[in-house]
């Protein structure tokens, strides 16, 4: 549990470096283009791939930071009006399909990465899998960060339940 | 096909399932049960469902919002809005209101100007005497104002969505951003003759002008913003990312209220915050997908066609459904999920798409300051130092005004097309 805590506070701080260098590149790719195309009347073709490409990046490095950050939307009204009890088992389910899904997203993310590696872009010569590997990538950071959160909210459940369901 | 994937959709979405993942496993279990496709084309989807350059905006409208909600441009902006209508009995409400309206002009959420703004606004009307729970409910009601005037993250979310112009939807929602200003004032000088709430001594040019010249640098980014788009010499995301080197450039340098570290920690949040709209929308386009092979939409809409409804029931019914969504779930992604399942439907009753862009949004910007799922209840309260269960009865009158405004727009639509028409003409592309 430690070790896992330690291996994800360092995957965090990894991606979120990656993500703000993301974020100055397509804010100075964009902007560069406007000042381009209206002083030298020139454009940046490959602009709108490339950033459509780290796009997909953002969304998929980002909720997994999401993921530990709890900013991922659900929909938690029913769930809170259950007792306690059942709810623990309810929990478990929702984790296990969430993660079931994971696993399942990271393994087809990987097949549809190698599949479209050779293909090439239509504006650059870049391998369109370099878009569908921010699947894997994503869901991988993804899965550490819920187990985690799984674990933690487990063992803060268990807690609750020893000193006899009081908060 | 339909039948599975909608049934595991909702069963996931009461389990508390994150909306994205709900979606992306309902995909999953749909195209695995019906054996059609190979599972590799739902997360191919998932790829190629966020191919459209507008999607940039929506991070680069709230970095540009974050970058000018630091304490020293929004004491500006809000000195001149008291300047300005200070005078009118209810003072510092007025100024609130029409604080936001200018935020709005550089800002794309609700909740940042309930947050930043909203701060100094309720700080300063208490120091003047306001009570608390009247502060908080006309931050967080005039707070709505920012996704109606552009920009607007919802806008560019219903846009990308639907496949109507961002462009439109931003010109359509300006003039009712201004009637919601109107309306909100209207009932901040209800409640200030009746309560005696205090104002500014006298009204002076003098003081307007001072405070303009301060505030002049940041109230060019919605000149620079709105202008450049009707101008036609940006699209959205181009103006955005202009608004946000332009916000940077004053922020840091100009008024030396950003550090880079701080700048960093804003676009690290925006871009998180985009994420968990994008990877909902991810999911969801691998959703609408198996829908549409199942031609599901259209079939919706020839349901309502064929039960003989008149536009003018269909309209309420419109506005009931989405103010209750609007009460429960986040706005954002009740548009990604519900836009493909409306558009066969405004086909169908001769409605303008960009016109009931506006009216949906509206609609889910009043759900934002209504309990039990309200994001800038939230924040207000939290910023307010109000008790959530105080702050929701305090609310309560204040969205009167905003239903107001949102009948009129749903029943004359010129009030949200004329504009865009003037200046794009009159396809809806």
């Known amino acids: ?167 | 096909m339909s039948g599975t994937l909608i049934v595991s959709f909702l069963a996931l979405l009461i389990l508390s399932v994150p909306i994205a993942i709900s979606m992306g496993a309902a995909d999953v279990i749909a195209v695995f049960v019906s054996g059609r496709f190979p599972l590799e084309t739902v997360f191919h989807s998932m790829g190629t469902g966020l191919s459209s350059f507008i999607l940039l905006a929506i991070p680069f409208f709230i970095i540009a919002g974050e970058v000018m909600n630091s304490g020293g441009i929004t004491t500006r902006i809000f000195d001149f809005a008291n300047a300005l209508v200070g005078r009118i009995p209810g003072g510092l409400g007025h100024a609130n209101v029409f604080a936001s309206v200018i935020f709005a002009g550089m800002s794309g959420s609700a909740v940042a100007d309930a947050g930043g703004l909203g701060a100094i606004e309720m700080k300063a009307m208490k120091d003047v005497g306001f009570d608390d729970e009247f502060s908080a409910s006309v931050t967080a009601a005039s707070s709505c104002i920012g996704p109606i005037i552009p920009p607007s993250v919802p806008m560019v979310v219903f846009g990308a969505s639907a496949g109507v112009s961002v462009g439109k939807l931003f010109i359509g929602g300006f003039i009712p951003g201004l009637l919601m200003a109107i309306a909100l004032s209207i009932m901040v000088y209800y409640y200030a003759v009746k309560r005696n709430y205090p104002r500014l001594e006298k009204f002076s040019w003098k003081y307007v002008g001072q405070t303009f010249k301060r505030a002049f640098l940041p109230i060019l980014t919605p000149v620079i913003i709105i202008g450049g788009i009707i101008g036609g010499i940006f699209t959205p995301t181009e103006a955005a990312s202009v608004a946000v080197v332009y916000g940077i450039i004053i922020a840091m340098f100009v008024y030396k209220d950003l550090s880079f570290k701080k700048l960093r920690e804003i676009i690290f949040q925006a871009l998180v915050t985009t994420s968990t709209v994008t990877f909902i929308m991810a999911t969801a386009s691998a959703f609408a997908w198996l829908l549409a092979i199942d031609g599901l939409p259209m079939k919706l809409a020839e349901f309502v066609s064929s039960i003989n409804m008149p536009a003018w029931v269909f309209l309420i019914l419109f506005n009931v459904i989405f103010l209750i969504l609007g009460m429960f779930m986040e706005a954002l992604s009740i548009l990604i999920i519900m836009v493909p399942v409306v558009m066969p439907m405004f086909q169908h009753f001769g409605l303008d798409p960009i016109h009931m862009g506006v009216v949906m949004v509206l609609n889910l910007m009043i759900g934002l300051i209504t309990p039990p799922v309200g994001m800038s209840l939230f924040v207000t309260s939290k910023v307010a130092n109000v008790k959530l269960e105080k702050l929701c009865k305090a609310i309560i009158p204040w969205t009167i005004p905003l239903i107001v405004v949102l009948i009129i727009i749903t029943y004359v639509p010129n009030i949200v097309t004329w504009l865009p028409n003037l200046v794009f003409g009159v396809s809806s592309k």
């Open chain 1, 1 to 167: 549990m430690e070790a896992l805590s330690r291996l994800n506070s360092v995957l965090f701080k990894i991606i979120k470096e990656i993500m703000i260098i993301i974020g100055f590149f397509l804010i100075a790719l964009t902007f560069i283009g406007v000042i381009l195309r209206y002083a030298f009347g020139i454009s940046i073709i490959w602009a709108y791939e490339v950033s459509m490409m780290l796009l997909v990046w953002v969304s998929f490095l980002g909720a997994a930071i999401a993921v530990q950050t709890k900013s991922h939307v659900n929909f938690d009204l029913l769930l809170s009006k259950i007792p306690e009890k059942t709810r623990k088992w309810i929990v478990l389910l929702k984790d296990i399909i969430i993660l079931a899904f994971l696993v399942i997203g990271t393994y087809y993310g990987y097949k549809v990465f190698r599949q479209t590696m050779r293909q090439s872009m239509q504006t650059i010569n870049l391998p369109v899998g370099l878009l569908y590997l921010a699947l894997p990538v994503g869901f991988i950071p993804m899965i550490l960060f819920f187990i985690e959160e799984a674990l933690t909210e487990f063992a803060s459940n268990a807690q609750k339940i020893d000193r006899g369901g009081k908060k």
